[in-house]
């Protein structure tokens, strides 16, 4: 008998790989079945083609949901990961950070709009009111170190007199100078300064002004 032997027997319902064990005076003492071979399946004895990945693929159908309208739209495969590849993205991002607790069975509904989803979470965002201990023991918030950009009273008071103290100055420049100054407060540039007064350049706008900025810093003394 040789080494591998294929044989089809009653006891066997499809043709299997025989392996002899052969003892120590050379007979074959026992037999093993390491594997049967299977016969093709009915589609291919009938000589119909294997379903296979392309096949499939090409028979995919491909829809978005717009959350907007609440209506399924169908695409074509490429506006399909062109539209769910950012909020794929997007998803992915904020449950790394914990902040996106949308279950699986609701992910056709993401959209990527975090702010106004039912499911968005804090995370590992923490509050500006969230209080930690400093050095000497003492609690404070985030919110405690934030400057105050906000105005104060006295400070209001004292650039409303400094922009009356400006306008009177203004009228005791030369007209020239206070023309320039002016047309700076109006926004204007430079090259529109010349073009609207009919200097050649912008250098001569630029020597006059600095000349009025420097003859109203002198009168302004008091109150810068």
């Not at 509904?109 to 201990?133: H, I, K, P, Q, W």
């Not at 918030?141 to 922009?163: C, G, K, M, V, Y």
Request: with cysteine; proline share 5%.
């Amino acid at each position: 008998m040789s080494p591998h032997h294929i044989t089809v027997g009653l006891q066997y319902r499809y043709p299997v790989l025989v392996v002899p064990k052969l003892g120590s005076t050379g007979l074959c003492i026992e037999l093993h079945r390491p594997f049967c071979v299977l016969p093709p399946s009915a589609a291919r004895r009938k000589g119909q083609p294997m379903k296979t990945n392309e096949n499939q693929k090409s028979t995919r159908e491909y829809k978005v949901y717009i959350h907007r309208l609440k209506t399924w739209v169908e695409v074509t495969e490429e506006q399909y990961y062109a539209y769910y590849r950012d909020i794929w993205a997007t998803r992915k991002r904020a449950q790394a950070h914990g902040r996106c607790m949308c279950p699986k069975s609701k992910t056709w509904m993401c959209d990527g709009d975090c702010l106004a989803c039912e499911f968005r979470a804090a995370g590992d965002n923490l509050s500006l009111d969230y209080t930690v201990e400093d050095g000497d023991g003492n609690q404070k918030s985030w919110a405690d170190d934030l400057p105050d950009d906000a105005p104060n009273a006295q400070s209001i008071i004292e650039d409303r007199e400094l922009l009356c103290a400006l306008y009177q100055k203004l009228q005791e420049l030369d007209p020239e100078g206070r023309r320039i100054c002016e047309l700076i407060m109006e926004g204007k540039s430079e090259r529109d300064i010349a073009s609207i007064m009919g200097y050649n350049n912008q250098s001569a706008v630029n020597y006059r002004k600095q000349k009025a900025f420097d003859r109203l810093r002198v009168m302004l003394g008091d109150y810068i």
